[in-house]
């Protein structure tokens, strides 16, 4: 499951794309930002994201990693 994380689509799942960044136009023309395709692996598992391009890496991976420690205690 690919979660976008900030910009036009934060918070939504986008499956089924291709290649390691997106645009959201190709999903709502209103949209205008670009996602880059990230993923962690955390023991066995692997969680795959879309970080919006227009925030810096630390922002987006803040916001995965609490997501991630909703799942995995030990990354609080």
Do not use: P
């Not at 689509?9 to 990230?38: H, M």
């Amino acid at each position: 499951m690919f979660i976008c994380i900030g910009g036009d689509l934060d918070g939504e799942v986008v499956n089924n794309r291709d290649g390691t960044f997106f645009k959201a136009s190709e999903i709502d023309t209103s949209k205008e930002s670009t996602y880059n395709r990230q993923s962690y692996i955390i023991g066995k598992n692997t969680y795959r994201f879309w970080l919006c391009a227009e925030l810096t890496y630390a922002e987006t991976t803040k916001i995965a990693n609490d997501y991630l420690a909703q799942k995995h205690a030990y990354l609080s």
